[in-house]
């Protein structure tokens, strides 16, 4: 039943977000041709929406029910016969598996979901916004636009149904726009089976709820998007999915720049420089309005990490290039190899589609698109072994949803070769897609990372168990009304209308507003926390998802920026805390979790 049920709230957010995408593409005149390009479209509109409702604080449960109703009607106002395609079968059977198996998700990233993707849309559903926190991540490496989306589901699901959003909606949505863009460039439908079969095959290497196949999605219905961009209202469509796309994931700005400004370029070129201002000014416009409103929500805090303390120490000796490129599967189940394989296949797709005199215009945009996604990789490459910010497992895996968009468009670009080398990919990504569907069925999670029995079975009976009960007791503790700052285990169970509740997160800590804590003394941090209309902090010591002080000193002491930056920061806040509550009044300690009066001295 709970798989139905959460089945329907997906088709009601689908058929809604259909209903936004063809009332836009009309307004731009621009096509609505089958269901998976409008419905990314309406997905771009309701982030475009989202945006005001979360900076005028009004994105609760009435908010988004209306926005859902208001597209259903858009839906049954425009309907029209839709086609359905042989492999739309494919997709259907994609998209209910993971409905069944991830209603509820078993297991999840008891840091990341637990810290940032889960407590941030049960904060907007409380209080009407993803903003006003300054402990949080947002603003960083996503605007929030991701958990407003899954704030449809949520407002009527248990939050173990997160991951249905982006692993059983926007994956079918990915490969029904993979076998869409596929009967564009005229493929039969063995060529339209198999763009959608490559997305489905290979890893989205997902570790947390964050965008993955949304913003493949959304990468991806940009290159659709591109053909019609050819006057300043045509262009409203690639501009309202590219900043969407951005809002999603922010480390996707550099594929939607590169993109635009190259398909820009080349309208310059071939249809003169007024046509391509006019369009580049529609996409600007479009981007602007949908970024504006998420940018101003998190005060404009597009990139806060301090990159200076981050920057690399000394001489660090790697691993050689090809020692990394050949050395199998990853920590999140891709690999170099694999990568380095499709980036060159997109190499080949440009350099085929390019070097044509008589290149059908619709597979210029898709080849300048594979260009940007295979020059990516390299790019991403340089801030693991030039500048240390990042380990090569996460620079793997921040490629995969730029990859899952363009592999199936160069696919189709290498017309007959494509099919070979899906063969050859399926042959390869055997092993790997039959270890993620074990994981589906066995243990109910899409986490690509390895996890034993055990720590499956500690995860269900900590979200089944009474957790929620003792943190909402603690909770109790502070008086309706004031300000407390977690950093407990998970955050999320907390009531945030109750409360105005600061969450601790890795990526907030980061940002230069936090600076003082590489040399504030408890003294002095006490002070700063209070400024910040801190009075109260729950802060739980040891638990799921709660790093000890070793951890944290091993996470100080690495030899990548990023992680030595979080590390530090985490394990000074951590011994601020500690000090506090020494000198503080501590309302409780329950067994490591403490509420802690900031204003209040210890009794002596």
């Avoid at 890893?203 to 947390?208: G, K, L």
């Avoid at 007024?274 to 990139?303: D, I, K, S």
Wanted: hydrophobic fraction near 55%; proline fraction near 5%; charged fraction near 15%.
């Amino acid at each position: 039943m709970q798989a139905f049920l959460s089945a329907a709230a997906l088709l009601l957010l689908g058929l809604s977000a259909w209903g936004w995408g063809r009332a836009f593409a009309a307004l731009a005149r621009g096509e609505d041709e089958g269901w998976a390009y409008p419905l990314a479209l309406g997905l771009a509109a309701l982030v475009a929406l989202g945006g005001p409702l979360n900076l005028l604080s009004l994105a609760r449960a009435p908010a988004l029910g209306s926005l859902l109703a208001a597209g259903l009607f858009l839906a049954w106002r425009r309907r029209s016969a839709v086609v359905f395609h042989p492999e739309d079968a494919l997709i259907l059977a994609a998209f209910a598996v993971h409905a069944i198996f991830l209603a509820p998700a078993a297991f999840f990233n008891s840091h990341d979901d637990f810290h940032l993707y889960l407590p941030d849309p049960m904060r907007m559903l409380a209080t009407g916004s993803l903003g006003g926190d300054p402990f949080g991540w947002l603003g960083s490496n996503a605007q929030g636009a991701q958990g407003f989306l899954q704030s449809f589901i949520l407002m009527a699901r248990p939050f173990t149904h997160i991951y249905l959003f982006d692993s059983a909606l926007a994956l079918a949505l990915t490969a029904g726009l993979a076998a869409q863009f596929a009967r564009r460039m005229g493929a039969a439908r063995t060529g339209a089976a198999a763009a959608a079969a490559l997305v489905l095959l290979l890893p989205a290497q997902a570790v947390n709820a964050s965008a993955q196949y949304s913003a493949a999605a959304l990468a991806l219905a940009c290159v659709l998007a591109a053909g019609g961009a050819v006057s300043a209202r045509g262009a409203l469509p690639l501009g309202l999915l590219g900043g969407a796309l951005v809002a999603l994931k922010t480390t996707m700005l550099p594929l939607a720049a590169a993109f635009i400004a190259a398909h820009v370029c080349v309208m310059a070129a071939r249809g003169g420089p007024r046509r391509a201002l006019a369009a580049a000014g529609g996409v600007f416009v479009a981007a602007a309005a949908v970024l504006l409103p998420w940018l101003l929500t998190h005060q404009g805090a597009l990139m806060p990490h301090s990159v200076t303390a981050a920057a690399a120490r000394g001489a660090v000796v790697l691993p050689s290039f090809w020692s990394e490129l050949l050395r199998g599967t990853s920590f999140y189940g891709g690999s170099a190899l694999l990568s380095a394989a499709l980036a060159a296949g997109m190499t080949a797709a440009t350099a085929l589609t390019l070097g044509k005199k008589d290149a059908h215009p619709a597979r210029i945009p898709a080849a300048l698109f594979c260009a940007a996604a295979a020059a990516l990789l390299p790019g991403y490459w340089l801030l693991h072994s030039h500048f240390l910010l990042l380990d090569v497992d996460s620079v793997l895996r921040y490629w995969a949803p730029i990859s899952l968009a363009a592999a199936p468009v160069a696919l189709i670009l290498l017309d007959r070769a494509g099919l070979w080398v899906l063969v050859a990919c399926a042959l390869g990504l055997a092993p790997s897609f039959a270890g993620r569907m074990k994981a589906l069925v066995a243990d109910r999670t899409v986490i690509s990372y390895p996890f034993t029995r055990e720590s499956a079975l500690d995860m269900n009976a900590f979200i089944s168990g009474s957790a929620a009960t003792r943190l909402r007791a603690a909770q109790g503790d502070v008086p309706p009304g004031e300000a407390a700052l977690a950093w407990i285990s998970a955050p999320f169970f907390l009531d945030f209308a109750r409360n105005k509740v600061f969450v601790v997160s890795e990526g907030g800590l980061t940002g230069p507003k936090f600076d003082w804590l590489d040399s504030a003394s408890p003294e002095e941090a006490g002070r700063r926390l209070q400024a910040l209309d801190v009075r109260y902090v729950l802060w739980q010591r040891q638990g799921l998802g709660v790093k000890s002080e070793a951890d944290l000193t091993e996470l100080a002491d690495s030899i990548y920026g990023s992680w030595r930056l979080t590390g530090a920061r985490q394990l000074a806040l951590r011994r601020a805390f500690a000090r506090l509550a020494a000198e503080r009044r501590v309302l409780r300690d329950d067994g490591g979790l403490l509420v802690i009066d900031l204003e209040a001295k210890a009794a002596r």
